[in-house]
């Protein structure tokens, strides 16, 4: 019983820790030559001093790389046309992706990319506290069926061996 009662805790701590989650989102702007890549979460709290990894276009070495602001902006001067890769991340796991199309010095087009949840967010906790309550009962029925096939076979119950071993 008390058992029981300690994983549904578990179970309604881990659902309140993604019903309480954010998303983020991110803007792109062109202030004199510059692109200014701005993120902040979707409750509207700038996301201050995450870490930024800037990717020139068919590169897979770091252009740029640093923090944000307090007000959660970046800014780099793009050297070749292409498609840059902006990457803002925190320490808490929530990471923005940007890819900003640069055509000419200047000029540019900011895509956000992997910015928010699939799902909407209360939709996103059903899913999650449906998927660990489903784990739950698939190891529980595994555990039940492994309980009644030592049944079968003669044992007097699970972790007990009779005298002799099992018959034969």
Known sequence: MYRNLWILSLIFALSLGR???????????????????TAWYDTGEPMSYARVEIYAPDSRFRFQSGRTDRNGRVAFVPDVPGTWRVII???????????????????????????????????????????????????????????????????????????????R
């Open 19 to 37: 019903v309480w989650a954010h998303g983020v989102e991110g803007e792109v702007r062109i202030l004199s030559g510059a692109v200014v890549v």
């Open 89 to 167: 991340s925190d320490r808490l796991g929530h990471r923005l992706e940007l890819r900003v199309k640069v055509t000419a010095p200047g000029e540019s087009i900011g895509e956000v990319h992997g910015g928010g949840p699939p799902l909407p967010r209360p939709l996103a906790a059903v899913v999650g506290v449906v998927l660990v309550l489903g784990i739950f009962g698939w190891v529980r029925g595994f555990k039940r069926a492994r309980r009644r096939a030592g049944d079968e076979d003669g044992a007097a119950g699970p972790g007990v061996r009779l005298p002799g071993g099992p018959p």
